[in-house]
Structures are given as C-alpha cells and as structure tokens.
C-alpha cells in the first residue's frame, strides 16, 4: 500500500542511538560478553569526549551493566557520572524477556530486579521500550503503570490494520498507557534507512555482502567450539552525502505516514549495533540537508521524545487486550508466534523450577522469616538473576545456537540446588520451633508436612518415611495434631543406609526402614504446617477395607470420575455428576516442520499421522489402592524418520515408545495424565488431542500472565496477509472449552502452545514438540531435533459451570505445587503442632508470592484477580501486624489497610483483573 506523508506539517524527528543486545543468541553469551566489552569500552569514551552526543539507550536491560562490570570493575565510577547525567540511559527491565514463556510474577521480579540495579547507578529510565517478545501480554499496561511507566513501545503483535502510529492500549483491568507501534522498518528505521545509507555507503536493499578487499574482512580458518562467523578488521564510516537526500526522503515516508503529532521516532536499535563517533558527522550532515525544509533532525533520547509528544497528543485511538496481531501489510513487523513450541522442554523445566522457587523456596523461607530467622535475600538475589537471564527471549524462545541452551540448564541446576537448599533449612528452622515433644513420644518421630499456598490444602501429599533401626516388619502409623489417623498407603518399602552429617561431627551411617508413601490429608492449614507424629509400632489404618481405584487394568473410577483405556491407546472420561463421556481422548498428531524456530513450513500434501490409527497398546496396573491408582498404556508409533531427498518426509520410518499414564486420587474431581514418550525422529510437529466434543464452543479459554483469556475458535479472513493469523495461542497452565453446559479443562504443567481446532469435535491441541534443525542463514542446530525421553503431566477437569465456578486454579495447584515435608525426632520448641500463618479467604484470587519487600523491612505478599468481577476477600495472619499496606508493584506506599481482630486480618477488595500487592509489618516477640 503506497503510504503518503502530510508534506505541510513540520516533522520534528528524533534520532535515538540505543542498541538491541541480545545477551546470548547467535553465540554463547561469552563470546557476545567480549563483544559488549569492546562496545561498552568505545561508548564510555565517546560519551566522555564529545558532548554533544546527546544520549545512549542501553536497550532497556540492566544486566549488560553488571556483565561489562565484571570485566571492568574499574569503569563503574564513570559509567555513574555519565547516568547521572543523563547520557547513558538505563532500565527499566533486568532482562528481556519473552512474556508468554515466564510465569506473570516473573516478569513482575525482572522490573523490579531492572530497576534495583539502575538505581545503584542512579536513575532509571521510566519509558516502557519493549522491542522484545513475540506480542505483547494482555496485562502488560498494568504492569508498565505499577511501575509508573506510562508508554509501551513495540511492534511484534500490532499492525497498520489495528492502529496507527500511536494509541492508547488499555489492558485486562482497564490500565491505560501510550502505545507506539514501530512502522515497517520496526526497532531500527534510523539504522536501516538513515545510518547504513549515510554512514556506511549501504541502502535498505543491499543485504548480500560483496566482497571488499579494502574492509579486511576475516574469518578463523580452523574448526572452533563455535561458529563464530567473518568480521571486518577495516570498516570505515564516513558520511555518504550523496545518499542522503533520498535516505532522508525514506525515512520520513515510512516513519511518519501514520504518525498522530509531529513528533516522530528515528531508531538506531539494531542487533549488537555499537555507538559510532562519526554519527555525529551524519547528523551535521543530515541537519544541513533539511534546513529551510519541514523536517527538524537531531540527536534526542526516548525521555524527550516521550516529553513532547504528551504535549501533542490529543483523540488517540483506542485499542483493548493482547497484542497478538499479525502482519496484513507491510514488512519487518510479524508476530512470529511459533517460538511458543520451539524446545518445548525448555519452557517445561522454566515453570517447573519457576514453581519450585515462587511456590516452594520463598513461601518457605518467608515462614521461617515470621517464626525468626533470617531472610536468605543474597541467595534468592543469586536465583533471580539465573532464572531472568534464562528467560531473555532469545534464551526461553529456545531460537538460539545449541550451547546457548546447554548453558542454560547448568542455571537452572544452580537454582533448583539453591532453592532446595532454602527449602530444606527453612523447614528445619520452623520445625525446631514446633512445641512437638509434649505430645509426641521421644520414641516415635515428627513429620511436619509444611503447605506454601495461602489456601487449606485438601488432598494426597507423597513422603518418603524412615524408620530409624526398624525391621521390615515394624508397622507405622500417623496421627494429625488432634489425634486423628491419617489415612496412608504405602507405594514402596527398602532397607537403606543413611547418613547423618555435621560440621562438628563426623559422618556417620546408620540403617532405615524408607518407606515411599501416600497420605492423605483434610485442610492441612494455609501457608502453615501440621507435624504429625509417626507412631513407630502402631498398627496404622487399613484403607485396604476401602475399594480400591483400579478396577482393571484399563479402568479407574472414584466418586466423581470414571475413565477407561480403548484398544486404539486412546482413553474416555466420564463425568459421574451429569453422565457426559468424553471420548477419544490423549491420541498423538504427527505432521512434518521443515521450519526453523520462527517459521513452520510444512510441505505440500502432507496429511498428519494419527496414534489411534495404528497404535495395538498392552495394558498393566502400575499401583492400586483406595487414596490412589494409576493404569498404563504402551505402544510404539511409527512415524518417517525425518526429511526426505525430495523434499517430503522420508519414507524410512521409527518408532517412538510411548506411554500414557491414567492416575486418580480417591476425591480427585480431575483426571491425572502422564505421557512420556522417546523422540527418534527429525523434522516433525508432534501435539497431544483431547477432543471435546463440545461443537457449540465457539471460544477457547486459557491462563495467561495475570490474565484467563478467551480467544475466538474461528479464524478470520485473512486472503491476501502476509502473515495469517494462527490457530496456535499461548497459555501458562490450563486451557478449556465450555459450550454454556459443559466444559472440558486441559491443565499442564510447562507446555504454553495449544490449538482449539476448528471442527466440531473442538479437539484441545497441545504441542508436545516442534523439531527442527536449523536456525537463522541456515546454520545447524541438531539440538532442536528434541531427540531424547521427554515427560508431559496434565490433569482433565470436566465442569458443568464457567471456569471460575468449576475452581479450575484450585487443580492447577494439586498439579503444579507439591506439599514439602520435613521428617525429625520430636522438637522441643514453642510453635504449636499446626499453624497457618497468611490465609487468603477468597479461593478465586489467585496467589502470585510472598517476598520482601525491595526495603527489606516487609513482607510483601500479591495475589491476582482472574474474573471480571470484583472479588472481596480477608487476609487472615497467625501473626499480630503492626502494619499493613497496598503497595504498586514498585512496591511504592499506596495506603494503609485497617487492622482487625487485634492485628490478625484485613479485609480489601480486588477489582476485575487486577493485580494486588500487600506489604505487611509484624509484631516480634
């Protein structure tokens, strides 16, 4: 479409110089590491010398201050004066991440951690530049707004068809901020079409380099660890008046043709682009050229450019919810929305170790912070900076060079290390504080079973349970603290010889009966605990009596659910409360990918291969009693080994093993799923099917960040787009489909990409794995293939009402978070045997964390609304407060909340989708 510009307006065009680092991408982060040292070491210097380079955007993440530090501790003084003085501009983020692959409280810890770290340098920058994530989340403009930014500029996930330059986006709650859509030459239009043109003698077009013995280009000519590919040793840049009437033409022409006032965006941005002394010659240059014309250049920064452009806003358009639009017209700006699937295992081990920090180390370390110890804040400093650089959208989006994702898992093996360790000493500091002894036999044993969700917690927790000096023979039983027994069935039972450790003492061995077990516990007390005393020779209760779940070894039934195996591998669920079957359901869809993380290409006339079609599977019972039960079907699917000569997939085939897993709890209202699966071939799309059935659904449902979305099923009319919308979307842990009388909820635990496919069965499609093996111009990257045993979990809810009524947060957290437990002699402390110490009393709210507050002098706790209702509810303390407070998300003061029942609890209301953050004060003994 050709664009036209208002040639009577006078264009006031600012020219930002900023870059776009990506930590680690193309190459591992240490080799870009040495390419940010020269950068950094060259920008210092310009900065310093020439003052009239107004500023330098340091691309919104403050991380590259600390990894340039590290090298170059001495420069930090310098690189102060120079934020104080407004010219190296910084923040607001820690990282970039990739929004739809990170848990909402996440990207809530990457502000906070972006701005801890700007100011110890003095200033943050408070414009919301986003030209990272593939589309923008739904609640991005309350995030933004809890931070005091007011603006979000982007360009993947909004188009000319949606707005023009500028708007107002307002999101889920109804916070609005400035939204800016970058054109059709996206986060680098200065760089594209005014810099390589004026600087370095290049047009827009020119994309192939030809071969310039003058520029000394160079390469390593034996085999390295890593690609790494030609650099220039003579690169020279000198203004190319010549070029620059008609760079000038083009930059205006695409920049400001949808531009709402007259204040326009030059962007230098470009990947791993340095600062450059000789731009300050171009825009001498460029000056001279407009002079007496309708263009004002010059050298500006983002704060300015924010600060002129609110004095010309006026009846911007409005535009609602997430920003996954994709591209109709134009160039540059796609959504690119397959990186959801790309090294799905990546985003599976992001939510298991993300969980097991925010739902299992913090909560507990936050218990023994109540009870008196000290608060573990180095530690969780050193988790939070591992768990956001893994979550840089070149890092989570799994689009980068094999070893840049190997490094990857050694963090998060430093994280989950660390928080097992805050794990296990909180829960050893709040136990000994227990008041265990009076009531519990010194020759029994004290199991303290702790819950970290502000919830009661009904339902199965599996323990491992030794028995000191015992025989096979000695029996056990548990007692809750008001003498009841607690209901047990024992998974498995060996002799082993453990060890008990000190740094006063040796290491000493002695034997155990271990003992794996299931028990079941009612209202175990929210984000409290429970020590149970471990009856050593009490003969425990026989829940034998009870039917047990596993009627066959193809069917499972309790109160609420029956379900059972088909000969084809698939499986049916019925709902016992309104007789619905659910059928078909659990079957793999096989398809080609000859694409690269960004794209799928498929080949002409490639029709997806269905499990049920040829799976014979044999059936067994892995474990049957009357708390639990689990049935398993294996079978073997033949799919092509990969891509074919011809350009098709292969005809050779494999076979991947797989095995699906059918497990019940005796009061579970929800199905447990198991697949695990070992991919031997290459170039494929493999998804999971639970057809539905429900043909009137004419929406999906699914979770997002601070956020329960619906999206229609029905594609719209895209003939003639460039880039048709998807019929893939993104979720964090459950997606359903409810027709207004039935509904079928799909919860997982770390896969983000699912289908509601457009057919009457309105099949859930949930992608497993997306292999492929190359990456951008084309290089190798095997590790994209997924080859190797991979496990999924998901839970199948059926509900007769809407998803909030059929309490589908509660069954994300039986699947997500685990109970923890700590086994012991009997402590002599003065806590009594159960205690909950923070009860959030409205179960529709959904907990996000309990933390200090950035002060240190609080606990900050913040839980969200996901309805669109308002939402009351009480805070309960099992400690006396002296003070509690509303607080942004900046964790800044936003009022008192009145105390009631001596300290004990407050009361407040959460509107529609809004994010609530509570900063509490104690009373200390």
Known sequence: METTVDQTRKWHCHIISNTHWDREWRYPFQSYRMDLVEMMDRLLDILERRPEYRAFYLDSQTVILEDYLEIRPENEERMRKLVAQDRLQIGPWYTLPDMWACPGEALVRNLLMGHRVATLFGRVSKVGYTPFSNGQISQLPQLYRGFRIDSCMFYRGIGKHVAKSEFVWEGADGSRIFGFRFGDYARYNYYYLLYRPGLLGRTPADREYRWNPDELPYHVAVTQSQDRQYGYMNLRLRVHEELLDQALADALRFTAADATTSQLLYMMGHDHSYAAEEELDLIEALQRRVTGSNQEIFHSSLAEYMEAFRKEARDLQLVRGEMRHTLKEGLWTTLMALILSSRTYLKQQNARICTHVLAGAEPLAAMAWLTGSPYPTPFFTQIWRRLLVNQAHDAIGGCSVDRVHTEMQT?????????????????????????????????????????????????????LIDLPHATPETPFALERAGGATVPTQIVAQEPYTATIESGYELTMTFPVQRYRARIELENLPAFGYEALAVRVGAAPEKPAELPKLARSERELENDFLAARFEADGT???????????????????????????????????????????????TFRIV????????IEATYEFSIPEGKGPDGKRSRKRTRLPISLTLSLERGARALGVTLRLTNTAENHRLRVMFPTGLSRAKHSIADGQFDVLERPIQLPDATGWKEPPYPTHPMWSFVDVFDGEAGLAVLNDGLIEYEVVDEPARTIAITLLRAFGTFVFGRPTPGAQCKGTHLYRFALLPHQRPWHEARVFDEVRRLTIPLQALLSAPTAGSLPRSASFIHLTNPQLVFSAAKPAESGDKLVIRFWNPTAETQTTCIEFGLPLKRAQLLSLEEIPEGDLELQNGG???????????????GIEWILD
């Open 571 to 617: 499986f049916s669920l019925r709902d016992k409360a309104t007789g619905r079957v659910f059928e078909g359901l659990g079957f793999l869809e096989d398809s080609a990918e000859f694409g690269d993380p960004w794209n799928r290409v498929v080949p002409p006339g490639d029709k997806p291969i269905l499990s049920r079609r040829s799976a014979r599977p």
């Open 623 to 630: 474990e049957n009693g009357p708390l639990y039960a689990a």
């Open 904 to 918: 004990r609890r407050v009361e407040l209301s959460a509107g529609p989708k809004k994010i609530v953050t509570v």
């Open 411 to 463: 963090r998060w093996g430093e994280v989950e290390t660390i928080s097992d360790e805050i794990i296990r000493r909180s829960m050893r500091d709040v136990a000994a504080r227990i008041d265990g002894r009076s009531s519990i036999s010194t020759n029994d044993l004290q199991l303290t079973v702790f819950n970290p969700t502000p919830y009661p917690w009904s339902g199965l927790a599996e323990v």
